[in-house]
């Protein structure tokens, strides 16, 4: 079965610094691959994601993430981290025929002042 | 169209309780799926339908739970005799289909048992 793997249950990164927050996925055939994010008492949103155009896919709010099959990975990144970054990021896979989605544990992420 | 929207927000009930949250998912979206999540976990699959037939549902997933999408368009998610555990954010999600279309979630029924 399909799976992912998020590295850091927190990563805190200082404002203006570059976030960079890792999922790993488990799948023998390319997957679709998602990344959303929650904010505190809001429902889950849809950052970006990936099917199988471009290996670098941008999303909303600056945010982008780079599809590596080599690595089974689909890192997520944003150049500048802004105050209002700070939420709860989850990666997510579902296989290609299989309309299931599996979400990773998350990553919090804390922005410095 | 409002998005996903989930009834009630907010539930309390005794062990041994049984309760129903229903789902309204995007008008149109054949898919709709449910998710448990609870503190500082990724949501849980549980369930999914597309239209009205159930097509999977988690080998976590207690015979205490059941869900239902009668008419392809809202569900219900029932569990009957609640327990302490039980306690946690139930989620709904719908898409309008396969091949890596977005889910689009709803805020959640938060249940508390006590």
Not at chain 1, 56 to 62: D, E, H, P, S, W
Not at chain 1, 84 to 104: L, N, P, Q, W
Not at chain 2, 37 to 54: I, S, V, W
Not at chain 2, 87 to 102: D, N, R, T, V
Request: charged content about 20%; glycine content about 8%.
């Amino acid at each position: 079965a399909q799976s992912v793997t998020q590295l850091g249950s927190h990563v805190s990164v200082s404002e203006g610094a570059l976030v960079l927050l890792r999922c790993n996925y488990s799948s023998s055939v390319p997957p679709y691959l998602f990344w959303y994010v929650q904010y505190p008492n809001q429902g889950l949103q849809l950052l970006l994601k990936y099917t199988s155009a471009a290996t670098l896919v941008k999303g909303i709010n600056g945010f982008e993430a780079e599809f590596k099959k080599s690595e089974t990975s689909f890192h997520l990144t944003k150049p500048s981290a802004h105050m209002s970054d700070a939420a709860e990021y989850f990666c997510a896979v579902s296989d290609r025929g299989d309309d299931k989605i599996i979400f990773g544990k998350g990553t919090r992420l804390h922005i410095l002042p | 169209d409002t998005g996903v929207s989930q009834d009630p927000r907010h539930k309390i009930t005794k062990r041994g309780q049984n309760v129903t949250f229903r789902c309204d998912p995007i008008s149109e979206h054949n898919r709709l799926y449910w998710y448990r999540q609870t503190l500082g976990q990724g949501p849980e699959f549980l369930t999914y339908f597309q239209n009205e037939a159930q097509l999977e549902k988690s080998r976590l997933l207690s015979d205490r739970f059941s869900a239902e999408r009668p008419k392809g368009s809202f569900s219900t998610l029932e569990i009957q005799r609640t327990e302490q555990g039980d306690s946690a954010m139930y989620l709904c999600a719908s898409s309008a289909g396969q091949g890596g279309l977005e889910a689009f979630f709803g805020q959640g029924t938060r249940l508390t048992v006590v």
